[in-house]
């Protein structure tokens, strides 16, 4: 997954609200791309599912895992994917994402979603205290020892 594989996707997804965590998340507080990704992790309002699911069909996407309601995956015919992962927003801006275990979800502080850049264009994005909270609980791949890494000189 490039950096211009994930404008295009932002951009198939203009008008909806949706926000990049994961790999693609922390090179976006980077603001430049530290290591090759496979994937582009995106949170979106559950509400909105059904149009987001329209605009990446119409870019060649379709479901190819489900974890419904935490999170589901989307694959394209070059091999790209995108792990969405549905949130249910509050009033207050913050959101909830259901989880492996029945009430506790994840949840996302409002001051969670912040902005990055992504190839000198600015997107929404999860901030480095959310990215952080989000890598607890599991063995870290060499991969998240390289984002932990990174996103520690930005907490």
């Not at 926000?19 to 496979?38: E, I, N």
């Not at 996302?108 to 997107?123: E, H, K, S, W």
Request: overall charge negative; hydrophobic content about 35%; glycine content about 10%.
């Amino acid at each position: 997954m490039t950096g211009e594989d994930v404008l295009g996707i932002l951009t198939a997804l203009d008008g909806l609200d949706v926000c990049v965590g994961g790999g693609w998340g922390v090179d976006a507080l980077a603001g430049r791309q530290t290591r090759p990704h496979g994937d582009l992790d995106l949170m979106h309002r559950a509400e909105q599912e059904p149009q987001v699911l329209e605009a990446l069909a119409a870019q060649g996407f379709e479901e190819t895992l489900s974890w419904r309601p935490v999170r589901f995956v989307l694959t394209d015919h070059n091999g790209r994917e995108i792990d969405l992962h549905p949130l249910r927003y509050q009033e207050d801006g913050s959101a909830e994402q259901s989880s492996l275990t029945p009430g506790e979800p994840f949840r996302y502080p409002a001051r969670c979603f912040v902005t990055g850049t992504i190839l000198g264009t600015r997107v929404r994005c999860l901030s480095a205290e959310q990215q952080l909270f989000f890598h607890q609980g599991y063995e870290p791949r060499e991969r998240d020892l390289h984002d932990l890494a990174l996103l520690r000189t930005m907490s």
